[in-house]
């Protein structure tokens, strides 16, 4: 007798795996570098779960003596010439400079920044669709909008135990600026190829 052979072809496609996590923790830091924890969505991936990495800060207090404000901005570089063994500049050392566009360009889908000071975004924040910011000092001040499209977006005003700071804590956000978790539209139809991740469902502020 014959033999039956089947055969089964399937054009190739893209998968994404998880990134990592980076932890940060310290009493002073300067954070001009490029820090990148993004993942790719493959083609059958458009529904999944998060996979981008996380990002964790933590600008910690010394004991008995406050900590740093935390400023998200733009901010300016440190001198080409600095280095690791080199004193900040002293405004450098009193608040720890974040820059805006690394965090919307990092493509991290989990960011958490705290501080037992303030913390204050002076300009505008885009996490990756379905990510999560979470922002946590004494005061918290949001002057530019945020945006975590189908995601979530945590403001936490708390005083730290052991810290001279005052027993007042606020969430301020000024006039006319948005937090934004809204999902997008989505439409395949007006496209060739059906790419880029499905985040219809509205988010979560707290």
């Known amino acids: ?12 496609y893209t998968e994404g795996k998880a990134a990592g996590k980076v932890s940060i923790e310290a009493y002073d830091m300067a954070l001009d570098g490029k820090i990148s924890g993004g993942a790719i969505y493959g083609e059958h991936q458009r529904e999944s779960k998060n996979l981008g990495g996380t990002l964790a800060i933590n600008v910690m207090a010394q004991n008995g003596l406050n900590g740093h404000d935390v400023n998200i901005g733009n901010t300016v570089p440190l ?6 063994t080199d004193v ?6 009193e608040t720890v400079e974040i820059n805006a566009n690394m965090l919307s360009n990092s493509g991290f889908e989990n960011i958490a920044i705290s501080t037992t000071e303030n913390v204050t975004v002076n300009a505008a924040v885009k996490v990756a669709d379905g990510g999560k910011l979470s922002l946590s ?3 918290v001040k949001v002057n530019k909008n945020i945006v975590a499209r189908g995601g979530s977006i945590a ?3 708390a005083i730290t135990a052991g810290t001279l700071a005052a027993d007042d804590t606020n969430i301020k956000i ?5 937090l934004d978790v809204s999902g997008n539209w989505v439409n395949d139809k007006l496209s060739r190829t059906a ?4 985040i219809t469902d509205g988010g979560k502020v707290t």
């Not at 001198?79 to 690791?84: G, K, M, R, V």
């Open 137 to 139: 000092g004494r005061d």
């Open 79 to 84: 001198a080409s010439n600095f280095t690791a």
């Open 174 to 178: 000024a006039n006319g600026v948005v």
């Open 195 to 198: 790419t880029g991740r499905v």
């Open 1 to 12: 007798g014959g033999t039956n052979t089947r055969r089964l072809q399937e054009a190739g």
């Open 155 to 157: 403001l936490k005003s």
């Open 88 to 93: 900040l500049p002293v405004a450098r050392a």
